[in-house]
């Protein structure tokens, strides 16, 4: 078994950057959702409201993130050095402390989605505790739904596929590290797994929502492949596809690291 897949999402609900190797930081793999559009009450802002965010691409320049609306119409480049005034915001139940970006981006995105929204920025000096209830030590969250990291397992997909009329990407399900090499949902019994010489912990399943359903190709919400998922995948924690996972340690894991799994 082995890692196939490397993702880190800079923007909170916005596209993916591939990589062939990512570094593991405190807050999951560095960088990734340590910004998050707000509305003007501070509260965060997703595909859930705002299926057309699927369409803007996201790049890396240097230092600064780079965002593009769709048609390559417009492009903004978000950086932490035009953040200023901190702010409480709203993610999910939690309140954080959040720096507020004063660029461009603001505007262009308000226009592009018909309303006021604004980027914020994590730093470092913020502490956002992971749901104790599944994991009780110290451990630190960006911008993430619930957690640091999502484990994904191609096979799954490949069952579920098998069940669509319409085959689905894995990207709908927003995974920070996908592996291969295992039988289908074979990673719902995991305790913990090492990949390289880093060890993480599987903590919870990922309930899905709706944002499953969206097709960044059209910027679409559909009926799949929740749907489907909702007829043999439900249970006490909703409806479920991936693992929730935390890390334990810093370090680099690769393309092609071999992954370990311990029950």
């Not at 417009?74 to 004063?102: G, H, I, K, M």
């Not at 097709?215 to 909703?238: A, C, F, H, I, V």
Request: proline share 4%.
């Amino acid at each position: 078994m082995q890692v196939t897949g490397l993702n880190r999402f800079p923007v909170k609900s916005l596209a993916a950057i591939e990589s062939e190797a990512v570094e593991i930081d405190s807050f999951g793999v560095k960088g990734d959702r340590r910004w998050m559009m707000v509305d003007e009450q501070g509260k965060f802002i997703t595909q859930r409201q705002k299926p057309e965010l699927s369409l803007i691409s996201v790049n890396e320049v240097g230092h600064e993130i780079q965002i593009t609306l769709p048609g390559g119409m417009r492009s903004v480049t978000l950086s932490p050095e035009e953040v200023a005034v901190s702010e409480r915001v709203t993610v999910w139940s939690d309140q954080v402390n959040a720096l507020v970006y004063q660029g461009d981006a603001n505007h262009i995105l308000s226009d592009y989605l018909d309303a006021p929204v604004r980027f914020v920025y994590m730093p470092e000096t913020t502490f956002r505790q992971v749901d104790r209830t599944y994991f009780a030590a110290d451990q630190r969250v960006s911008f993430a739904d619930g957690f640091p990291l999502l484990l994904l397992n191609e096979a799954s997909l490949a069952e579920l596929n098998g069940r669509l009329s319409t085959p689905v990407p894995i990207s709908r399900f927003r995974g920070n590290i996908i592996i291969d090499g295992v039988e289908a949902f074979e990673e719902d019994g995991w305790k913990s797994i090492q990949i390289g010489d880093l060890q993480f912990d599987l903590v919870k399943p990922c309930s899905r929502c709706v944002m499953t359903t969206v097709d960044s190709s059209t910027g679409k919400k559909g009926r799949e492949p929740l749907m489907t998922l909702s007829t043999y995948r439900k249970n006490d924690y909703g409806i479920c596809f991936g693992q929730n996972m935390v890390q334990r340690g810093t370090g680099v894991i690769r393309l092609g690291d071999r992954v370990e799994v311990f029950t």
